[in-house]
Protein backbone atom coordinates (compact mmCIF):
# COMPACT_ATOMS: atom_id res chain seq x y z
CA UNK A 1 0.00 0.00 0.00
CA UNK A 2 1.30 3.43 -1.04
CA UNK A 3 1.77 6.15 1.44
CA UNK A 4 -0.44 8.07 -0.76
CA UNK A 5 -3.15 5.79 -0.10
CA UNK A 6 -5.10 8.35 1.76
CA UNK A 7 -5.04 11.02 -0.82
CA UNK A 8 -6.73 8.41 -2.91
CA UNK A 9 -9.48 7.24 -0.61
CA UNK A 10 -9.95 11.40 -0.11
CA UNK A 11 -10.51 11.97 -4.05
CA UNK A 12 -12.85 8.90 -4.12
CA UNK A 13 -15.04 10.06 -1.74
CA UNK A 14 -15.85 13.19 -3.55
CA UNK A 15 -18.97 13.94 -5.13
CA UNK A 16 -18.04 16.62 -7.43
CA UNK A 17 -15.49 16.98 -10.13
CA UNK A 18 -13.02 19.39 -9.03
CA UNK A 19 -11.40 19.35 -5.08
CA UNK A 20 -9.30 22.49 -4.42
CA UNK A 21 -6.76 21.75 -1.34
CA UNK A 22 -4.18 23.20 -0.30
CA UNK A 23 -0.91 21.37 0.75
CA UNK A 24 -1.39 21.65 4.13
CA UNK A 25 -5.18 19.65 4.01
CA UNK A 26 -3.00 17.36 2.01
CA UNK A 27 -0.98 17.32 4.75
CA UNK A 28 -3.61 16.49 7.02
CA UNK A 29 -5.03 13.62 4.75
CA UNK A 30 -2.04 11.92 3.81
CA UNK A 31 -0.76 12.18 8.01
CA UNK A 32 2.92 13.29 7.11
CA UNK A 33 4.81 16.23 5.47
CA UNK A 34 5.07 16.10 1.70
CA UNK A 35 8.68 16.51 0.54
CA UNK A 36 10.22 20.15 0.02
CA UNK A 37 9.77 19.45 -4.13
CA UNK A 38 5.91 19.38 -3.46
CA UNK A 39 6.27 23.29 -2.07
CA UNK A 40 9.14 24.00 -4.67
CA UNK A 41 8.44 22.45 -8.02
CA UNK A 42 5.31 22.64 -10.59
CA UNK A 43 6.66 19.26 -11.93
CA UNK A 44 6.09 17.47 -8.92
CA UNK A 45 2.42 17.25 -9.35
CA UNK A 46 2.58 16.73 -12.98
CA UNK A 47 0.18 13.66 -13.66
CA UNK A 48 3.02 11.63 -15.32
CA UNK A 49 2.22 8.42 -13.15
CA UNK A 50 5.96 7.54 -12.34
CA UNK A 51 5.55 8.01 -8.35
CA UNK A 52 3.54 7.15 -5.60
CA UNK A 53 1.73 10.59 -5.25
CA UNK A 54 0.79 11.07 -8.92
CA UNK A 55 -0.25 7.37 -9.05
CA UNK A 56 -2.49 8.16 -5.93
CA UNK A 57 -4.88 10.77 -7.43
CA UNK A 58 -4.79 9.40 -10.94
CA UNK A 59 -6.10 6.24 -9.33
CA UNK A 60 -8.75 7.94 -7.96
CA UNK A 61 -9.74 9.28 -11.42
CA UNK A 62 -8.41 12.76 -10.74
CA UNK A 63 -5.26 15.06 -12.22
CA UNK A 64 -3.69 18.08 -10.90
CA UNK A 65 -3.92 20.90 -12.17
CA UNK A 66 -3.98 24.85 -11.34
CA UNK A 67 -1.30 24.10 -9.19
CA UNK A 68 -0.58 27.53 -7.21
CA UNK A 69 3.04 27.05 -5.43
CA UNK A 70 3.05 30.52 -4.23
CA UNK A 71 -0.30 30.22 -2.13
CA UNK A 72 0.68 26.47 -1.97
CA UNK A 73 -2.49 24.76 -3.12
CA UNK A 74 -4.23 23.02 -6.34
CA UNK A 75 -7.35 21.91 -8.17
CA UNK A 76 -7.91 18.03 -8.91
CA UNK A 77 -10.57 17.74 -11.23
CA UNK A 78 -12.03 14.44 -12.32
CA UNK A 79 -11.84 12.81 -15.32
CA UNK A 80 -10.29 9.69 -17.37
CA UNK A 81 -6.81 9.13 -16.15
CA UNK A 82 -3.28 8.81 -18.12
CA UNK A 83 -2.98 5.71 -20.26
CA UNK A 84 0.54 6.15 -21.76
CA UNK A 85 -0.48 2.82 -24.05
CA UNK A 86 -3.52 4.52 -25.13
CA UNK A 87 -4.41 4.50 -29.02
CA UNK A 88 -5.05 8.01 -30.18
CA UNK A 89 -8.63 9.99 -29.46
CA UNK A 90 -10.62 8.75 -33.02
CA UNK A 91 -12.36 11.99 -32.81
CA UNK A 92 -9.35 13.77 -32.47
CA UNK A 93 -6.50 12.27 -33.29
CA UNK A 94 -4.53 13.31 -30.60
CA UNK A 95 -2.82 10.96 -27.83
CA UNK A 96 -4.07 10.84 -24.40
CA UNK A 97 -1.38 12.63 -23.65
CA UNK A 98 -1.29 15.64 -26.27
CA UNK A 99 -2.19 18.47 -24.43
CA UNK A 100 -0.23 17.69 -20.49
CA UNK A 101 1.85 21.00 -20.79
CA UNK A 102 -0.91 22.58 -21.32
CA UNK A 103 -0.73 26.30 -19.76
CA UNK A 104 2.92 25.70 -18.67
CA UNK A 105 4.96 27.60 -21.41
CA UNK A 106 4.18 31.47 -22.01
CA UNK A 107 6.15 32.56 -25.18
CA UNK A 108 7.05 36.54 -24.89
CA UNK A 109 5.02 38.96 -27.19
CA UNK A 110 6.87 39.24 -30.88
CA UNK A 111 8.99 36.29 -30.25
CA UNK A 112 8.96 34.59 -34.08
CA UNK A 113 8.97 31.01 -33.30
CA UNK A 114 10.03 30.09 -37.04
CA UNK A 115 13.59 32.46 -36.36
CA UNK A 116 16.67 30.56 -35.49
CA UNK A 117 17.44 30.96 -31.70
CA UNK A 118 21.05 31.78 -32.56
CA UNK A 119 22.04 32.78 -36.36
CA UNK A 120 25.67 32.76 -35.57
CA UNK A 121 25.47 28.48 -34.61
CA UNK A 122 23.18 28.13 -37.76
CA UNK A 123 26.01 29.37 -39.83
CA UNK A 124 28.85 27.51 -38.02
CA UNK A 125 26.51 24.64 -38.71
CA UNK A 126 26.04 25.33 -42.26
CA UNK A 127 29.81 26.20 -43.15
CA UNK A 128 30.73 22.62 -41.10
CA UNK A 129 28.24 20.23 -42.61
CA UNK A 130 27.26 22.23 -45.78
CA UNK A 131 22.56 23.55 -46.14
CA UNK A 132 20.41 21.89 -45.17
CA UNK A 133 18.60 19.69 -48.21
Not at 13 to 23: D, H, I, T, Y
Request: aromatic share 10%; proline share 9%.
Amino acid sequence: MSRYEPLTQFLQNQPGREVRLSFAQIEQIVGFKLPAAAQQERAWWSNAPAGAEDKAWLAAGFRSEAVDLVAGELTFRRGASIDRDAPPNIETGHHPLFGCMKGTVTIAPGVDLTEPADPDLTDWIEKKYGPAP
